[in-house]
């Protein structure tokens, strides 16, 4: 089967929903090296701290952090990509590590370990989207990584999502997220998993779970279907406003900010 056929990630989508020219320039590889990696940094090593611990689950979780941890700004450090905000900032960020790895640990033993599971599950679905301007249907692949997946005991699906935020209303920014994992999950096994949801340790509401209806996953299908579409025109203009242009990775190549010397 031919190469060309897009991925798009749920990533790549919410991106290009941003700014179509930085999608393009990101998939380019054309990201300006560097990138500060230090708000990723809790949510890297309790990812990695869990995935771990989920191959293996005996003993504390918690005692894994430090190793973790240091792993993690160790190789941020080799690459000159984290940047700490203050002096206490590491020390803060470690903290919440441990914090969130304390209180997830009851959440997965409840939740997890009685079924089967699989964490860091990545997947390459392949769906068939209509192109409209050829009427030709094509082969589009959705890729992306499960936090985890759990098979209960009814053999049903559940896609668990893990934020490491303290905002209680950051959920709200994931329902695309997790739209877009139930679709995948209905690609995979030909049925719709019973539930997706979040596992955030750090907030009031630790574990927050989502139903979906057809209108909401029929809503993500034509988002997905509209960034197809846009991609086989090769339609990738910049955005029209400025907002978040001078933290953009990806400026320096972009056609709004290319100057002429001469001309
Ligand atoms: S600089 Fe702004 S307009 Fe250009 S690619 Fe980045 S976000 Fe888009």
């Not at 079924?115 to 094509?138: H, M, S």
């Not at 999502?161 to 905002?167: C, N, Q, S, Y």
């Not at 209806?213 to 997905?224: K, M, N, P, V, Y």
Request: charged fraction near 30%; glycine fraction near 4%; proline fraction near 3%.
């Amino acid at each position: 089967m031919s190469e060309n056929r897009l991925k798009i990630s749920w990533s790549s989508l919410s991106r290009w929903e941003l700014c179509r020219q930085k999608n393009f320039l990101v998939k380019q590889g054309l990201s300006a090296p560097g990138k500060d990696v230090r708000n990723f940094l809790a949510g890297n090593v309790v990812d990695s701290v869990q995935k771990t611990w989920l191959d293996n689950p005996v003993g504390n979780m918690i005692d894994l952090v430090d190793e973790h941890f240091e792993k993690a700004i160790a190789k941020s450090q080799e690459k000159g990509t984290i940047k700490w905000r203050n002096k206490n900032d590491k020390k803060k960020i470690h903290t919440n590590c441990v914090n969130a790895t304390a209180s997830l640990q009851p959440i997965l033993e409840a939740r997890v370990l009685p079924y089967d599971y699989e964490p860091g599950k990545w997947f390459n679905q392949v769906v068939k989207i209509k192109d409209q301007n050829t009427g030709e249907i094509k082969e589009v692949i959705l890729n992306g990584e499960f936090d985890l997946l759990v098979r209960e005991d009814d053999d049903q699906f559940v896609v668990w999502d893990l934020k490491t935020t303290a905002d209680n209303d950051y959920w709200k920014k994931t329902v695309g997220q997790l739209t877009f994992y139930d679709l995948v999950v209905y690609s995979m096994f030909n049925q719709f998993p019973k539930k997706t949801g979040l596992i955030q340790p750090l907030c009031d509401e630790q574990v927050k779970e989502f139903f979906f209806t057809d209108r909401e996953r029929a809503e993500i299908w034509s988002r997905i279907s509209a960034y197809a579409h846009a991609e086989w025109v090769g339609d990738h203009p910049p955005k029209k406003d400025n907002v978040g242009c001078s933290f953009c990775e990806v400026q320096h190549s972009c056609a709004k900010f290319k100057r002429k010397l001469f001309s």
